[in-house]
């Protein structure tokens, strides 16, 4: 890759450059794309509900929806706003009410896609619910959120709900090397299982992850991509629980005050990594269940505003003195 291109492509965001354009460039959520589709091919759009965690295509599809219905009038017939921003019931009165009455020629209807809507307040979401009977004759709803429980009922029975799961490692893959030749990156195996491991599922995550590993030198390999992504390799992880589980504790200890000191992670980001990988690591069933239960325990003290060291080191103590029970 050349100085210029190089630069170039700094100055580009690839999750913006390569977002699917069509619902069809969609990876990972064939199940829900065939539906949608459906719902177009009928002229039949109802109010949508798209749940699930992040980077995996909720907003993707909203906006290739209205690219599909609307074609290139598409930017004046859908109007996108983020609920995090702004959860008012104003919000919902106004700007809602306004781009729901506004006058308009050649559809049938508009698209109004509300993004994180789980922060609306319980009274926007009552606004919301009445706005969404008002203007049902010629207004479509796309609500987007990470939790469907926050939600309320009303709401969620006047829409088709779609639960997005995380994306299978084989699509991030799928997508990681379409982008890594079209930009004519050289990645390695190692690296594209480093990538895939890194992104848990979540495509933006892993584009991100691929541009700045390959700010980073010509190759991407797993080293860049544990070292941009502040992760460490999954072995390292294991020997830590290992070492804990056969009753030596300083050792295991020791591996951790590396992963928060030397590596920078944070006590979350080990917990992260230990329950995506505890059913991968060599030990028996039973003690895999009890790291699960200890890791349960040192998740909600740290999410309530504990120590994280502590209780990571207390979660390790555990598993040791289980070894000697045992």
């Known amino acids: ?34 539906r949608l589709q ?18 995996i295509g909720k907003t993707t599809c909203a906006t290739a929806i ?10 004046g017939n859908f109007l996108e706003l983020n609920a995090s921003d702004e959860r008012g019931i104003d919000v919902v009165r106004d700007r809602i009410k306004s781009f729901a009455r506004s006058s308009f020629g050649g559809f049938d209807y508009r698209v109004i896609f509300l993004d994180e809507a789980d922060s609306l307040t319980s009274d926007a979401q009552s606004a919301l619910r009445r706005t969404m009977e008002q203007f049902a004759d010629n207004t479509r709803f796309i609500l987007s959120c990470n939790y469907s429980s926050r ?3 009303p709401i969620q029975s006047r829409c088709a709900v779609f639960r997005f799961s995380p994306l299978p490692d084989e699509a991030i893959a799928a997508q990681a090397r379409e982008i890594a030749a079209a930009e004519d990156i050289e990645m390695t195996d190692d690296g594209l299982d480093a990538l895939v491991y890194a992104a848990s599922g979540d495509m933006r995550r892993a584009i991100n992850t691929l541009q700045a590993a390959a700010t980073t030198g010509e190759l991407v390999d797993e080293e860049a991509v544990y070292t941009v992504t502040s992760t460490v390799r999954p072995e390292k992880i294991e020997s830590m629980v290992e070492a804990a589980i056969e009753g030596n504790f300083p050792r295991a200890r020791s591996t951790l005050e590396t992963l928060l000191v030397d590596s920078g992670m944070a006590g979350g980001d080990v917990i992260d990594q230990l329950h995506r990988s505890a059913w991968e690591f060599d030990i028996d069933e039973r003690r895999t269940v009890k790291l699960m239960e200890r890791l349960g325990e040192a998740d909600y003290r740290i999410t309530e505003g504990a120590n994280e060291r502590v209780q990571l080191e207390a979660m390790l103590a555990a598993l040791a003195l289980d070894d000697e029970d045992a």
Do not use: C, N
């Open 1 to 34: 890759m050349s100085e210029a291109e190089g630069s170039s492509a700094g100055r580009e965001i690839w999750i913006e450059k390569y977002r699917p354009q069509t619902l069809d460039d969609v990876k990972g959520q064939d199940d829900i794309v065939d």
């Open 38 to 55: 459906s719902y177009i091919a009928q002229h039949d759009l109802p109010h949508l509900l798209f749940s699930g965690p992040a980077g």
């Open 66 to 75: 209205a690219r599909e219905v609307y074609g290139d009038d598409w930017r």
């Open 151 to 153: 939600i309320i009922d």
